[in-house]
């Protein structure tokens, strides 16, 4: 079973999407910021779910092929990390 929660709360990624949207350029309290904003939040909320989405994939294939011995073995919890656009959020995966 895998189990996954990100360390990256929503408030901490409407302040990366801020970070980047001034790092292109828009300026604050702009329509276009704000837009701009908004687009970059989901963006990074998409691209994290992708990552964890396949986690999961890799997680299930792995444990397909594996042998009835190791599969008898509880799942230990691991600090991996999930890539979203050029960034890193950590994510515990168990």
Known sequence: ???CKTNLTQDG???NAKNN???YGYKKGSK???KCV???ARAIEANMNQGIRNLAIYNAYRNSYSTP???LIAPRSTNCTTPFWGRT???NCY
Do not use: Q
Request: hydrophobic fraction near 25%; charge should be negative.
């Open 69 to 71: 011995s190791t599969s």
């Open 1 to 3: 079973m895998l189990g």
């Open 89 to 91: 959020a950590n994510t």
């Open 32 to 34: 276009e910021f704000t």
């Open 21 to 23: 949207c001034e790092k």
């Open 13 to 15: 990624r409407i302040e």
């Open 38 to 40: 908004e687009s970059e």
